[in-house]
């Protein structure tokens, strides 16, 4: 089993910038694709970043592209996602992923992802 558990989520100013932490325990990740999605009050759950091992490859969604940066620490089995110019627009619960799936295929769909934490809270105000 794996768990994950996000921290550094809280009350920012639009324009300010976030770190957000996911750390990982149970089995070894070491092959896991992991990702951050986040969910909007009223909204969909959606794609934010992910981060495959092969190549140290990063994907975005266009909404946060040129603005964040998703990285990880192998070695304490943590996931990083920083993030600067907040926008309002980037207030969501963000959720920490896990998949044993390890290509790039379907990168930002939610079914493909086995594991999730609870969640962080981020709110923007302008």
């Known amino acids: 089993q794996v768990q994950l558990v996000e921290s550094g989520g809280g009350l920012l100013q639009a324009g300010g910038s976030l770190r957000l932490s996911c750390e990982a325990s149970?089995?070894?990740?070491?092959?896991?694709?992991m990702g951050w999605f986040r969910q909007a009050p009223g909204k969909e759950r959606e794609f934010v970043a992910a981060?495959?091992?092969?190549?140290?490859?990063?994907y975005y969604a266009d909404s946060v592209k040129g603005r964040s940066t998703i990285f990880r620490d192998v070695a304490n089995k943590t996931l990083y996602l920083q993030m600067h110019s907040l926008r309002t627009e980037d207030t969501a619960v963000y959720y920490c992923?896990?998949?044993?799936?390890?290509?790039?295929?379907?990168?930002?769909?939610?079914?493909?992802?086995?594991?999730w934490g609870q969640g962080t809270d981020v709110t923007v105000s302008s």
């Open positions: 992923a896990a998949r044993r799936f390890t290509t790039a295929q379907a990168i930002g769909i939610i079914r493909t992802y086995d594991y």
């Open positions: 981060h495959r091992l092969s190549g140290n490859s990063t």
């Open positions: 149970g089995r070894t990740l070491n092959t896991y694709t």
